[in-house]
């Protein structure tokens, strides 16, 4: 995890540019703003993009599974606006380089995609939406999670859901091939034809 500069930091060396410190005099309103400053920090990690949500009329709420602090929400402030520079790297399968302020919750102030995951790892960004818990980082299935050959199989026994000692929950068939991630259950393959949502299945076998 990398600390930036603050931002407290920068605004006092911008003032020094711009403002001779001799003829300068402070209002309370600017040391109100350095004091909002100050109670913020900013944060950059790595970060793969589960969820996105509307939240007001432009904003977005997005769920990340990130590298140092495992599943958070944060707040992306005007990300559905056409001119936004960040929505096309907030889409939900993006692996990305991510910079957050929090100040109470997490709100995004930087961006950049370095790749889109593969359509079939959808499954796997459903379940770690639904079940992974908020600020719970685990290096291990971080470290899976961003293999170009990322094993649904390895991330199931990651999460204790290993299908070495499964059957299915529906007839108690002790070789079930898929793991729904919206009901954490396994099922063999004719129990599986009974499901409407076969997208977000994952293949155990």
Known sequence: ??????????????????????????????????????????????????????????????????????????KAKSARKITSKLSAHLEPL?????RLVKKGGYQITDAVRIRKLSLGVMPLIVLLAHITSDEGDDRELWSEMIRTDISAKRVLSILGFDAEYASCARCASGSPGFFLPKELIYVCRPCFSNFSDPITALLSA
């Open 1 to 74: 995890m990398l600390f930036l500069q603050h931002p407290a930091q920068r605004f006092v060396l911008q003032l020094r540019k711009q403002i001779s410190i001799k003829k300068f005099r402070f209002t309370w309103r600017d040391f109100l703003f350095i004091g909002t400053i100050k109670t913020m920090k900013e944060y950059s990690t790595e970060a793969i993009v589960l969820q996105r949500e509307h939240m007001g009329e432009s904003d977005s709420r997005v769920i990340f599974y990130t590298r140092d602090f495992g599943r958070i929400s944060a």
């Open 94 to 98: 993006s692996h990305i380089h991510l």
